[in-house]
């Protein structure tokens, strides 16, 4: 059978587009492309990009103050909103222009319609136009989920959040995941009057624990109005404000509410049952070490898949996926330490097993450090950073690394490379310390502070 394409990919985020580019210009593959939205997925247009953006915006208020500290006369002013969101609506249009100049320089057939499947070598866009192919790669993303609630349809999610025409003077968040505490600290940093409510006892669950108790203190003391152990169950509309009735027996009005209670695969336009593809307990594609589905023509790749959500994750996906499927090296993604830092306000980097995790493989010897960092203590201020390392008891390997301190995620990136290579602690305490540094710690841990 003679195709249209060797590859088409139903979907334009960061994980489809890689494997488009890839395939055509390493390949030699004829590649057609599918995206109904903007090039870039959720994370260049309604997610990480725009959202470091907010969180670089959102520091300049904490800064502010400490430049007393530092024999600065400065003035704190307001947070001009209008301003910021033209810059930032430019950038990302500029963004959104590289990736559609990357697949245009590599030869992919780009259309800017919703395609859907008809057979499980045939795909229809939303004009009518059908194309075959002799493989289909899925990756549409994910969406933000809204709780079954009364008056859920009065709240926004983070699609929404970039586009508010004013920035609200009071807000409740609804959620205790990294998206949740990532926009209650952007928030409270950009002077709007946070309130973030979760239904568990502690925020940002699966992470380490003594790392989230420091993150919720950080955020506490930075100005956020974080309820734990407490659930929204319903909202009502009061003029053009929100009331929302909470377990805690509160019954406040906002300007806004936000629902940041996960995600899930955005798999609804794409006609799945065409092509006999079941859906997996949380709606996802299911699919093989190899990204494979159980039709063998369709492979998908991302957040579609619900494995780990990440973008660099997806992006990797896709370079297994050409690798295996187009250049007939087969091709496993490896998802053993993923780096991750969560953006809030102080920041959390992490690679790893928790202590608890690691606790649970056997025994364990951990290391810590909790301290004001230089910076802070001039400037008199009480937020305390955490450096932690989770090491092997007997072999030393280390298990895991999180930190609790400005600029984390830049840390834990270089201190992935380590522990990704295996190393052990006393490669850690043989390595000279870079004075003076918060990360300086790392290595400089002598006697553990505790054993598991």
Known sequence: MVFDYDLFVIGGGSGGVRAARVAASETGAKVGLAEQSRYGGTCVIRGCVPKKLMVFASEFSNLTEQAHAYGWSLQTGTFNWPEFQAKLNAELDRLEGVYRSLLAKAGV???DLAAKLLTPHEIELADGTRKSARHILLAVGGRPMRPDIPGAELAITSNEIFHLETLPRSMLIIGGGYIACEFASIMTGLGVATTQCYRGARVLRGFDVEARELVTAGMRARGVDLRLNTNVVALTAEGEH???????????????????????????????????LPLGPQGEVVVDHYSQTGVPSLFAVGD???RVNLTPVAIHEGMAFVRT???????KPDYELIPTAIFTQPEFGTIGLSEE????LGPIKVYTAEFRGMREVFAGGTEKTLMKLITDANSDHVLGCHIVAPSAGEMIQLIGVAIKMGA????????????????EELVTLRAPTRMG
């Open 325 to 331: 499927v187009f250049q007939g090296i087969p091709t």
């Open 109 to 111: 057939d780009t259309f």
């Open 357 to 360: 995790s690691a606790k649970a």
């Open 304 to 306: 579609v898949t619900d």
């Open 424 to 439: 052990t602690k006393a490669d850690f305490d043989r390595t000279m310390a870079v004075h003076p540094t918060l990360s």
């Open 242 to 276: 929100v009331r929302a009735a909470v377990t805690d027996g509160t019954n406040a009005v906002y300007e806004q509410v936000m629902f940041a209670t996960g995600r899930q695969p955005n798999t609804g336009g794409l006609d799945l049952a065409a092509v006999d």
